[in-house]
């Protein structure tokens, strides 16, 4: 009977070790893959965009409020970070500097390339055509 539990448990740990290890994968993948653009402010139009990233492990959901072309405020709406709290003055940094091409925070580069995707895709959404 003990046997028999003792296998159940080594297949669950060995389970959810595999699962970890392929979501590892993945999240380092979208990472990787994260590129971030310098939107053209003068091509957005006034109002507020929300946008979001996903790096599954790391999530981000922001709300940018644009005003005569300049970026008002960026309120993060959601941050699971891991271990990346620290990545969370990055809105107040691209406010700051009105624009995109601000530092990553050392000890939190994924949650910070991942706030500003989310910034990103938010202000793309005003960009007029």
Known sequence: MMRNIFQILLIIIFGLALSNCKAMKEYKARVDSIEIENVDLQQVADGEYTGSFD????KATVKV?????????IDLVEHENGRGAAAEVIP??????????????????ASSKVILEAIELALKKGIQK
Do not use: F, P, W, Y
Request: net charge positive.
């Open 65 to 73: 409020a644009v005003k005569n072309h300049r970026i008002e405020s």
């Open 92 to 109: 107040g940094n691209v406010v700051k500097a009105q624009s995109l091409q601000v530092d990553t925070i050392s000890g939190a580069t």
């Open 55 to 58: 790096a599954v492990l790391v």
